[in-house]
Nanobody, 116 residues
Framework: QVQLVESGGGLAQPGGSLRLSCAAS????????IGWFRQAPGKEREGVSC????????YYADSVKGRFTISKDNAKNTVYLQMNSLKPEDTAVYYC?????????WGQGTQVTVSS
């Protein structure tokens, strides 16, 4: 059974930092592209960042470029999203996604709230 479990969300002040984790079980990260998406209230889900499967190619949305960093620890089968210089507009539920040629899986999401 495949599971993606996000953690690390919470409340942060503007300018602060959080690190999200996506722990995978039932699949090997090297076989999947892993992405972080977010959905704010009343808005569509949007892609934030992703990292390739066997090659560590990364992508960042313009809105987070230079502030967020995605990384992968194959030994722990976990992907991280380091979020620095947080802004109120980063407030959303963040979801982890694993995608291969034939399969796609989603985590349950973790809430990130940026507020003073």
């Amino acid at each position: 059974q495949v599971q993606l479990v996000e953690s690390g969300g919470g409340l942060a002040q503007p300018g602060g930092s959080l690190r999200l984790s996506c722990a995978a079980s039932g699949l090997t990260l090297d076989n999947y592209a892993i992405g972080w998406f977010r959905q704010a209230p009343g808005k569509e889900r949007e892609g934030v960042s992703c990292i390739g499967s066997s090659v560590d190619i990364t992508y960042y949305a313009d809105s987070v470029k230079g502030r967020f960093t995605i990384s992968k620890d194959n030994a722990k089968n976990t992907v991280y999203l380091q979020m620095n210089s947080l802004k109120p507009e980063d407030t959303a539920v963040y979801y982890c996604n694993a995608e291969s040629r034939f399969y796609q899986y989603w985590g349950q999401g973790t809430q990130v709230t940026v507020s003073s």
